[in-house]
């Protein structure tokens, strides 16, 4: 028999599976087995309006389930915390009755959580927290789920990974691929932007990878990869996607064992909280329903795979110029196309040449056709000629360019491909177009017309994703597990195959739904990008000799950001600065950089546009409703508040008064403010 089965198993790559001992998951022991059934009936049982109310450490005690009526994040979680406050305080009298004379309703608690003294019940107290309903996200999430599986399976195989891993981003986002946290984690496997460029995704100001489906996989594939390969232990490598690797290589060599029961038991890391110490379980909940789906969800029907083919763009060519040689409209190319920024519908950027653009599904001969008829296209500034440069000083902007070269500032922009006309920066290039090209300028301007749908969309329900923790005490402290990371509009391509009770759009055509979301979103775009501001960045060059500049580091900058956008090797910029392969930087510090005057300007416009894209992308998706002080203590530090927090650090930046600097330590007592962030259309 053996000699059968091992020639076949060779014919499968899906068999690499089953046969190598570093792609299999450890079975659940009993302890970690409680964490699993009760995420499972998180996932199954009760939905976003309502919650458990449990013990954060015993998992199997629930001491009751709540219906929330309420409409919004803010009232749930108002409405979840009374209840919260209900049994603590029936905790907190059992215990100064020390069990004697008891109501029912303290009876009924003593029962539930199988208390046997008065301290028992003293330190369950601060244990209860109550854990919103996922089962209406996981139902949308799974419907998701099964356009990309199918090809996350054949990825996965290749880099002989679990099988069950293909499940995971039911955790980090139930396979939405708008999906972007307040940090910045964006697409189905929530990627920051430094975490995706070490495992090859790309990232310009019209273009966001991460946002990719298909190319973000083989990123995660990488990553899980790497983390097993570091660890070897599949459980915390998987924990280590969420947590880091680096942290649960440190809890690994605290705790002395690999048993991710022990970890949770015994490592009391300070950002190891209740997220982190569920992560894994929640995973395995959501691959246990995932393989037997119809047992939980008997209305569920699998939907057919997301097919398209692929073509690469030939030349640089603007949103306006593929809609008309492609004949798509703009929601199709939006959904064929997820890793294309909303910046390039608004304005005539261009997409880069070798862009992988994706289409409906076609033919090979069709293929052909198209690639010559975009080859065949001319760049909108093709042969255009540059009257004069001008370089930006303070106080500059373009209406007084415009003036000073007597040129409209409409066509500057479309000229320079100036994505956002309020954020020119001193040392910014401009250069002034030819008298004879205005006409072939103002021909460039995108002009996307309105879908008006033919029939009056049917009201759509918006499903909210809460925060799994809904106490006000720890409204803002971590992530919680199953909770998907939200966005601003929601997605809408995948409910073209599906209709059932559950749907979040109701009979009507789909293409009309979609053309109202097309519209919200545009709204969104527009409103986001007035509140982009680069004010409080210190991207001031200063030159030092001829072609010797000195910047200061900003957040969210690495070396090889400097070297992507001077076209540079890391190698030189390590040189310069003495730095070797182990050298951190941090914000705030100074380094030298070598650059040709072309090398400068492209520097400072890819430094600023990078800014802005992270800015844009935030404010597409939450809005800061106000702040809340917060006084410094012994052993903080200002990750440690920026996490717990869950504030990026270039706007937790803004709200702080003119004396605080990113590389200062920071002194107990000192009074800080902190952003009150609030999901839009909440």
């Known amino acids: 028999m053996t000699k059968i089965i091992i020639p076949i198993c060779l014919l499968f790559s899906f068999c690499a599976w089953s046969l190598s001992e570093d792609s299999r998951l450890p079975d659940i022991d009993e302890r970690f087995r409680k964490r699993v059934d009760f995420w499972k009936k998180v996932y199954t049982e009760i939905d976003s309006k309502s919650a458990f109310i449990h013990d954060k450490e015993d998992l199997t005690i629930i001491y009751k389930k709540v219906k929330l009526k309420a409409n919004n994040y ?18 907190r009298s059992i215990y100064k009755k020390r069990m004697k004379n008891l109501t029912q309703a303290e009876k009924e608690i003593v029962k539930i959580a199988g208390l046997k003294t008065a301290t028992d019940a003293r330190r369950a107290i601060n244990r209860v927290r109550s854990q919103y309903g996922l089962k209406d996200n996981y139902f949308i999430g799974l419907k998701r789920s099964h356009r990309y599986l199918d090809y996350i399976k054949k990825v996965f195989a290749q880099y002989n990974l679990p099988k069950e891993l293909i499940y995971l981003p039911h955790v980090e986002s139930s396979f939405n691929y708008r999906a972007y946290s307040k940090v910045g984690a964006a697409g189905i496997w929530q990627f920051m932007r430094s975490t995706g460029r070490m495992f090859g995704l790309k990232f310009t100001y019209v273009i966001d990878e991460r946002r990719d489906p298909f190319k973000a996989t083989v990123a995660a594939a990488k990553l899980l990869r790497s983390n097993y390969d570091r660890i070897k232990n599949w459980p915390l490598a998987i924990t280590g996607y969420n947590h880091g690797i680096r942290s649960m290589e440190r809890a690994l060599k605290k705790v002395g064992s690999g048993e991710i029961a022990d970890i949770i038991e015994k490592y009391d890391g300070r950002r190891f909280g209740f997220a982190s110490k569920n992560f894994y379980a929640t995973f395995i909940a959501t691959v246990e329903i995932s393989q037997d789906p119809s047992r939980y969800f008997p209305e569920f029907k699998k939907p057919e795979p997301f097919t398209y083919s692929s073509i690469p763009l030939p030349k640089s060519l603007t949103v306006k110029q593929i809609l008309k040689a492609t004949r798509l409209n703009p929601n199709d190319l939006k959904l064929y196309n997820p890793a294309i920024r909303s910046i390039a519908y608004r304005t005539s950027l261009q997409i880069p040449k070798g862009y992988d653009l994706q289409l409906p599904s076609i033919g090979e001969e069709e293929k052909k056709n198209l690639l010559a008829k975009l080859e065949a296209l001319e760049s909108f500034t093709a042969g255009m000629r540059t009257a004069a440069v001008h370089k930006i000083r303070k106080g500059d902007n373009l209406y007084i360019v415009s003036k000073m070269y007597q040129v409209p500032m409409h066509d500057i922009i479309v000229f320079n491909q100036i994505a956002n006309p309020s954020r020119i920066y001193p040392g910014m290039k401009i250069k002034i177009p030819g008298s004879q090209d205005m006409k072939k300028l103002k021909a460039a301007e995108p002009k996307v017309a309105k879908v008006e749908p033919q029939i009056k969309p049917a009201p759509v329900k ?15 402290k971590e992530k919680e597990p199953g909770t998907m990371a939200k966005v601003g509009p929601k997605i809408s391509w995948f409910e073209k195959l599906f209709k059932s009770d559950e749907e979040i759009i109701a009979e009507t055509p789909i293409e009309k739904v979609e053309a109202a979301e097309a519209e919200e979103e545009s709204q969104s775009v527009e409103k986001a990008s007035k509140l982009v501001s680069l004010d409080n960045y210190h991207l001031d060059i200063k030159n030092l000799s001829e072609d010797l500049y000195e910047i200061q580091i900003e957040t969210d900058e690495t070396l090889g950001h400097y070297a992507d956008w001077a076209v540079i090797r890391i190698s030189n910029i390590r040189r310069d600065n003495r730095l070797n392969t182990r050298s951190i930087i941090r914000p705030g510090q100074e380094l030298k950089l070598r650059l040709t005057p072309e090398q400068y300007q492209a520097f400072v416009s890819k430094r600023a546009e990078y800014h802005m894209s992270i800015q844009e992308d935030f404010y ?23 996490q717990v927090n869950e504030v990026p650090m270039w706007l937790f930046r803004k709200y702080q008064d003119e004396k605080f600097k990113i590389t200062n330590d920071l002194i107990v007592g000192q009074n800080l403010t902190v952003p009150t962030i609030q999901i839009i259309n909440e």
């Open 74 to 91: 803010r009232q749930r979680s108002r409405s979840a915390y009374k209840e919260v406050k209900k049994v603590r305080r029936l905790l």
């Open 462 to 476: 918006k499903v909210k994703t809460p925060p799994a923790s809904s106490e006000e005490t720890e409204l803002r």
């Open 620 to 642: 597409q998706a939450y809005r800061v409703t106000g702040t809340t002080p917060y006084r410094v203590r012994r052993g903080d530090t200002l990750n440690q508040i920026l």
